[in-house]
């Protein structure tokens, strides 16, 4: 009887309020019920996350070598900012891409750009303080500015105009407690690549009001249809603006399980002495970055069109592309701008047609009918149920039977 006693009084240990309004849908209830179907013997396509070597696209030869050559040397932690030449190989793509005056004293290795994001946000928000970021966006922008107590606002992207940023949007959200632009380009969920112009739009609008640029530009060399990234701190104007560029080698090189990335400050980084020493603050906090995955950069970076083959027309890449939007642009009830980047595309639903409120109900129902994992819009901080992002990396044929369920399912599909 005392025991029954004790346990209806003890403690119950909850998880912090910060997490009340931090949400990763990618990898949350949806992404979790998969997995307990997966666990039972269900077999589920994961069209959720843009993990290459799932479906079998793997690393170049020469990366796998020089990981296992790195095994080795990569044992002792490293300086917490990154191992000298990886710095000294980022700073020179950096520059090869138009950031000119980037040196190997701004560059921080992470262990993934997640891990970056994270860092630059804690470095940087007090309780309050807003930051723009793109709607739909990679939510994990938006989680960890909340987590720092920040204040995220989200601009609007166009579809009408292949979702770019509506700029006037963005000029209208900035306030005397914005203290900065978060820019996605390539976009994920939707694919958009930025032209310059718009990026200087940006620039513009940061140097006006002094705010702080964040260019994460993981995508930047997984680009079709014979278009070119252009770099954030590289157009003009972005040398009155500090810009704080994100990239790794996850997607160039389909590491992703390597988890190496960096980021990179460019613009009046003498004005930033303060920010930039808390990053480093941060940085030294968790040591240093995997160092076996530093140890391949300056050689994947050598080479740093590695997907180049699987992103022109009769590549990999670029047919499933083609498949899935052709798919798509045909099943009654959809519409899609196609995506000339990354590997995303994130389709409209006709919400009256489908009578459609609730869409993680729909993915949802999607998964329970047809074993196919996908992301509803609203998990990118899309304000309205009406899209879903698909994965487009399982080869062709895997790709036309899914559009094929997906096309089935809508036939007759209505929420009640």
């Known amino acids: 009887m005392l025991y029954d006693t004790i346990l209806t009084v003890m403690k119950r240990y909850k998880k912090t ?75 020179a793509y950096c520059r090869s891409k138009g950031i000119t005056k980037t040196g190997a004293q701004d560059v921080y290795t992470g262990n993934g750009v997640s891990e970056l994001i994270s860092i630059s946000m804690q470095a940087l928000l007090d309780d309050g303080d807003e930051i723009l970021i793109p709607s739909p966006d990679y939510p994990l922008w938006t989680g960890a500015a909340t987590l720092c107590g920040g204040k995220a606002l989200h601009y609007k992207c166009d579809e009408d105009s292949g979702w770019l940023p509506d700029l006037k949007d963005v000029r209208s959200k900035v306030s005397p407690g914005t203290k900065a632009i978060v820019v996605i380009n390539p976009n994920n969920p939707t694919g958009a690549l930025y032209p310059e112009e718009l990026l200087e739009g940006l620039m513009k609008i940061a140097a006006e009001n ?90 994947a970076l050598s080479n740093p069109f590695s997907a ?28 899609v701008v196609k995506p000339k980047a990354a590997f995303y595309i994130f389709p409209k639903i006709d919400v009256r047609k489908f009578s459609i409120r609730d869409d993680e109900k729909f993915v949802l129902d999607f998964l329970y009918e047809h074993h196919v994992l996908m992301t509803h819009g609203r998990g990118f901080n899309y304000p309205d149920p009406d899209h879903f992002r698909i994965v487009y990396l399982p080869e062709v044929p895997e790709l036309e039977r899914i559009a094929v369920k997906l096309r089935t399912f809508l036939a007759d599909y209505k929420q009640t």
């Open 17 to 91: 309020i910060k997490l009340s309004n931090v949400g990763y849908d990618i990898r949350g209830p949806v992404a979790e019920e998969a997995a307990r179907m997966a666990a039972e013997g269900v077999y589920v396509t994961p069209l959720n996350t843009g993990n290459p070597a799932v479906f079998d696209i793997f690393a170049p030869e020469f990366v796998e070598e020089e990981m296992r050559s790195a095994v080795r040397a990569g044992q002792p932690y490293s300086d917490s900012m990154g191992v000298e030449a990886a710095r000294e190989a980022i700073a």
């Open 210 to 299: 002094e705010l702080i640029v964040f260019s994460d530009e993981i995508y930047d060399r997984i680009v079709m249809d014979g278009e070119k990234h252009i770099s954030t701190a590289a157009v003009e104007g972005a040398e009155d603006v500090l810009v704080v560029t994100l990239n790794g080698l996850s997607k160039s090189h389909m590491v992703a399980g390597y988890r190496c990335g960096w980021m990179s400050f460019s613009g009046p980084t003498e004005r930033a002495k303060d920010y930039i020493e808390g990053v480093r603050m941060l940085a030294s906090m968790r040591m240093c970055a995997n160092v076996p995955a530093q140890l391949i950069i300056a050689k």
């Open 308 to 335: 180049a083959s699987m992103l022109e027309p009769g590549g990999r890449i670029y047919e499933q592309r083609e498949c899935i939007y052709r798919a798509v642009r045909d099943i009654p009830g959809l519409s």
